[in-house]
C-alpha cells in the first residue's frame, strides 16, 4: 500500500492564480481531510470528507474548495490564490474517526508559496 | 472553547532525561485525546492515545497521564533519544464526525 499520497510536492504560484492539490489513498478508508500548517500555528481543517458525495467545511475554509467523487481521491481547490495561503498543505484519510484508535493518516504534504 | 493548548513551544532535553508536554482544553465535550509526532518534511503520525476515562497510558517509553478534573493532559517521554527529536501535536476529538482539534505543537531537541 501507498497510503497517502500527495502531488505536488512543492508549488509556487502567483497571486491570483489557481491550482488544484492531489490527495490519492489506497486503503479504502471513508473518511478524509485537508490541513493547513503555518509555523507554530499547528494544523488546522480546511475541509473534510466522510464519503464520495459527502464534503463539509472545516475551521478555516475560505479560499478553497473540494470534491470527492470516489473513495480513493480528495482534491484541494485554490482559486484566485493571495499571499496568506502560502502554507503546507496536509491530506489525511481515516476507516473510522470511532473505531479502533481513531487514527488519521497523512500524505507527505505539499508546500505551497503564493508571490 | 473549540482549541487545546500547547506548551512549551520548542524543548531541549539531554539524551537519557524525561521529556514533558503539557496540553489543556475547556471543552468538555473533547472524547479523546491523541499525540502525533513529526519530523521535518513529513506528515505527522499516531504516536500514542488516552480516553478520558483513564488516568494513564504507557507505551513503551511513552506515557499519557490525563487529569479530567484539570482538563490537562501530558506526554512524558522517558529515557529521550536524539531520534525522539521532532514536533509533537496534541489533539482532541470532538463532534457526531470525530475531527481533531490539534495543539500548536512543541519541538523538541534531543542533545546527544
Known amino acids: 500500500n501507498a497510503g497517502v499520497t500527495q502531488t505536488p510536492k512543492f508549488r509556487i504560484l502567483k497571486i491570483g492564480q489557481s491550482m488544484t492539490l492531489q490527495c490519492t489513498q489506497d486503503?479504502?478508508?471513508?473518511?478524509m481531510y485537508w490541513y493547513r500548517q503555518d509555523p507554530g500555528m499547528g494544523l488546522k481543517l480546511i475541509y473534510y470528507?466522510?464519503?464520495?458525495?459527502?464534503?463539509d467545511k472545516g475551521e478555516v475554509p475560505n479560499g478553497y474548495n473540494v470534491s470527492r467523487s470516489t473513495t480513493e481521491d480528495f482534491p484541494l481547490r485554490l482559486e484566485l490564490a493571495a499571499p496568506s495561503q502560502t502554507s503546507v498543505y496536509f491530506c489525511?484519510?481515516?476507516?473510522?474517526?470511532?473505531?479502533?484508535?481513531?487514527?488519521?493518516?497523512f500524505g507527505p504534504g505539499t508546500r505551497l508559496t503564493v508571490t | 472553547q473549540q482549541q487545546v493548548k500547547q506548551s512549551p513551544q520548542s524543548l531541549i532535553v539531554q539524551k537519557g532525561g524525561i521529556s514533558i508536554i503539557n496540553c489543556a482544553y475547556e471543552?468538555?465535550?473533547?472524547?479523546?485525546f491523541p499525540w502525533y509526532q513529526q519530523f521535518p518534511g513529513k506528515g505527522p503520525a499516531l504516536l500514542i492515545a488516552?480516553?478520558?476515562?483513564?488516568s494513564e497510558k504507557k507505551e513503551g517509553r511513552f506515557t499519557i497521564s490525563f487529569n479530567k478534573s484539570a482538563k490537562q493532559f501530558s506526554l512524558h517521554i522517558m529515557d529521550s533519544q536524539p531520534g525522539d527529536s521532532a514536533t509533537y501535536f496534541c489533539?482532541?476529538?470532538?463532534?457526531?464526525?470525530?475531527?481533531?482539534?490539534f495543539g500548536k505543537g512543541t519541538k523538541l531537541s534531543v542533545k546527544p
Open positions: 489525511a484519510s481515516s476507516p473510522d474517526p470511532y473505531r479502533d484508535r481513531g487514527e488519521q493518516y
Open positions: 486503503m479504502n478508508h471513508n473518511y
Open positions: 470528507s466522510v464519503g464520495a458525495g459527502i464534503t
Open positions: 471543552n468538555t465535550a473533547f472524547d479523546y
Open positions: 488516552i480516553r478520558p476515562d483513564v
Open positions: 489533539a482532541a476529538r470532538w463532534g457526531s464526525q470525530g475531527n481533531l482539534i
